[in-house]
């Protein structure tokens, strides 16, 4: 007969087993060998202060679960009931020295972390000297970008020259977002009536992903963006292009039939084209064909995701505001060409 003893200890194998699949299992979902959105791989001077701080704050943190798991493993291990009748261990309830031990040995602690934490804060709001301005307005789901004194207007892509800072104030034109580039700056919230501000430099050139990370509706998911930092002559000649206006597509081509609809399916009433329309629902598209993504940076830019889209925007991203014109094949063909002239 299976005794009580032999039940115990087969439940206890099983609970071990149990913590160890599942310290195995998050250990493998830890491990990514390519991890575009990782804070731990700092490019710019803001994301490397945030990093000076994360690295010894974890260690502490790390060090205090240690010693408080330890502890409680041996005190469940030590004082299990037997079910011997075993004495009760011995209360310390009223032991002023360990009452008082362990409630300095804590505020001691979040002191040690506050005062960096404090710094660090104080540090990442200061304004940069010679700053790029940029307003980041945030829509459901995409990302607008306006640089006042440069003229130009895009989105998705924010493009900033290496070493020298954007100056970006964020506006909310919904529901709240909240606007983050790991690899160049901490998590800043665009809310809706009020203007945030935050900084963010490029140390290296690349290009760097990010994501709003406050949930705002059902493509929250979707609402992707790219930051791209430039030698500083790449980024003066992709100013110098945003400022064109748009090409004129050749006479008696698709794209001219494009441009038509364009007018006639009511995209000119949401879309900027410079020359063409002055729409202010969706991005401006003026240059839509510089950019290497569109839909919030959710599709690469290429003419078969644009022809999947014309056909059905809500369809392949949930609760878009662009909405389903019900165009024929013929109309999606003649609307890429045109979209495609847009340089």
Known sequence: MRTGRWLRAQTARRVRLGALAALAALAVAACAPNAPQTTLDPKGPNAQTISNLIDPVFWVAGIVFVLVEGMAIIFVIKYRDRGDNSPEPVQIHGNSRLEVGWT????????????????????????????????????????????????????????????????????????????????????????????????????????????????????????????????????????????????????????????????????????????VSAGKVGPNLTHLQTRTSFAGSMFPMNPDKLSAWLQNPPGVKPGSKMPNLNLSGDEISKLVAYLETLK
């Open 104 to 275: 300095l040995i804590p505020a001691a602690i979040l002191v040690a972390v506050a005062i960096p934490t404090i710094a660090t804060i104080f540090k990442l709001s200061n304004k940069p000297a010679n700053p790029i301005n940029v307003t980041v307005t945030a829509h459901q789901w995409w990302w607008e970008y306006n640089y006042p004194d440069l003229g130009v207007v895009t989105a998705n892509e924010l493009h900033m020259p290496v070493n020298q800072p954007l100056e970006i104030k964020l506006v909310g034109a919904d529901v709240i977002h909240s606007f983050w580039v790991p690899a160049l700056a901490g998590k800043t919230d665009v809310v809706p009536g009020q203007n945030n501000h935050m900084s963010m430099t490029g140390s290296t050139p690349g290009t760097f992903l990010g994501q709003c990370t406050e949930f705002c509706g059902l493509s929250h998911a979707n609402m992707r963006l790219k930051a791209f930092v430039q030698s500083p002559d790449e980024f003066k000649a992709w100013v110098e292009g945003q400022r064109l206006a748009a090409t004129a597509p050749p006479g008696g081509s698709p794209a001219e039939a494009g441009l038509a609809l364009f007018a006639a399916k009511g995209c000119s009433g949401c879309h900027t084209v410079e020359g």
